[in-house]
């Protein structure tokens, strides 16, 4: 297995607004209609499913994330996960997307 990919705060803001619109989707009870997630950032495979390891950041003050099917690996900071997310509140919650030429879905 190789070494988890260190994502920057604009790497993560996209997998951020996907992760809310899916929990805003699931709250809502739509949950055969979940909004997809970003392709992944290194291989551009389509992702299915993101799994995070949460006691990493324990130690590290890291999160470390996978993303299936293709297990690409990745590490952010945990304060730049924490930026990105709440960044990604306000984007939802305005309705814009974090980069509009390749967001359009
Ligand atoms: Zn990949």
Aim: proline share 10%.
């Amino acid at each position: 297995m190789s070494e988890p990919t260190k994502l920057t705060r604009e790497q993560l803001l996209p997998l951020a607004v996907a992760a809310e619109r899916r929990n805003i989707a699931f709250t809502d009870g739509q949950c055969t209609l979940l909004p997809p997630l970003p392709d992944c950032p290194i291989c551009g495979q389509p992702s299915t499913a993101l799994r995070v390891q949460p006691d990493y950041s324990f130690q590290f003050d890291l999160v470390r994330f996978a993303i299936k099917p293709c297990g690409h690996s990745f590490t952010a900071d945990g304060e730049d996960v924490f930026e990105s997310y709440n960044h990604a509140r306000q984007i939802v919650a305005s309705g814009d997307t974090p980069n509009s030429k390749e967001n359009e879905a």
